[in-house]
């Protein structure tokens, strides 16, 4: 959390020295009339991951407590708009480890185990967006398409100086998501975006909320909000439901 405060209070003053107009176009769904707008996002998330979990067949462990806290990820949106349409490509990486120490049940034994976790996971959401709404401060839009979620988890440890174990596991479900995207203007620099969505498919059922406030530059604008996704699932050999929420700040631009 504290690097991504860093982030924007190094940020402000290279906005601030620019003193000239502010008044580009919208990349999301605010394309001019004649040509395609493009315009890219760059953020750092302070990601947290936590779920509820099936016990496996030979040893059960508390992915609950495993997975408590994600050091960080990092997420890109690139998107391109003519006219009311946009498409857009919202991307995420995670990469963790830790270690733990846990008394698991292992064949009706209860044992102190040492482990060390390993995990990797990326997150896509793909698609189009048609803006339904516009005003002089606020537009809205509705989107569709499909999320990818890959998921890769490694958990290696011992029983004793004798016994040792290694779970290991990896998996991918695709789901359809419809939902929606908003602006809000404040004034000539400060506005709001929001974004929610909710679909299933593969999983059982994925929904998303993402708030965030947003500062003008003049070739870039400063961004920091929250994130969570979430997804319930019944046929994971580890998880019943997965979510993935956390502060992020960064920068996005056009051209």
């Known amino acids: 959390m504290k690097r991504l405060l860093v982030i924007l209070l190094m940020s402000f003053p290279f906005c601030l020295?620019?003193?000239?107009?502010y008044g580009r176009p919208e990349t999301f769904g605010g394309g001019p009339p004649d040509r395609w707008m493009v315009?890219?996002?760059v953020y750092i998330w302070g990601a947290s991951v936590s779920g509820d979990?099936?016990?496996g067949d030979s040893i059960d462990i508390d992915f609950d407590e495993l997975l408590?806290?994600?050091?960080?990820g990092f997420m890109g949106t690139l998107a391109a708009s003519r006219n009311e349409w946009t498409v857009f490509?919202?991307?995420?990486?995670?990469?963790?480890?830790?270690?733990?120490?846990?008394?698991?049940?292992?064949?009706?034994?209860?044992?102190?185990?040492?482990?060390?976790?390993?995990?990797?996971?990326?997150?896509?959401?793909?698609g189009g967006a048609y803006r339904f709404y516009e005003t002089d401060t606020t537009r809205l839009n509705l989107t569709f398409g499909a999320r990818y979620l890959w998921l890769d988890v490694d958990v290696t440890g011992r029983f004793d100086?004798?016994?040792?174990?290694?779970?290991?596991?990896?998996?991918?479900?695709?789901?359809?998501?419809?939902g929606f995207r908003g602006k809000t203007?404040?004034?000539?620099?400060?506005?709001?975006?929001?974004?929610?969505?909710?679909g299933g498919g593969d999983s059982d059922s994925t929904w998303q909320a993402l708030a965030a406030i947003n500062y003008r530059c003049y070739r870039y604008d400063i961004v920091g909000g929250y994130r969570y996704l979430k997804w319930n699932f019944d046929r994971s050999p580890y998880f019943d439901d997965l979510a993935l929420s956390g502060l992020f700040a960064g920068v996005k631009f056009s051209f």
């Open 185 to 198: 203007d404040i004034d000539e620099r400060w506005y709001l975006t929001y974004y929610a969505d909710v």
């Open 17 to 21: 020295a620019q003193a000239q107009s």
């Open 89 to 126: 490509a919202d991307m995420i990486y995670l990469n963790a480890s830790d270690d733990i120490r846990q008394t698991v049940r292992f064949r009706g034994e209860l044992f102190r185990v040492g482990a060390d976790i390993d995990l990797q996971g990326f997150v896509s959401t793909l």
């Open 161 to 178: 100086r004798f016994r040792r174990f290694r779970i290991g596991d990896s998996d991918s479900v695709w789901d359809a998501v419809v």
């Open 39 to 41: 315009g890219a996002e």
């Open 53 to 55: 979990t099936r016990s």
């Open 68 to 72: 408590e806290d994600l050091e960080m």
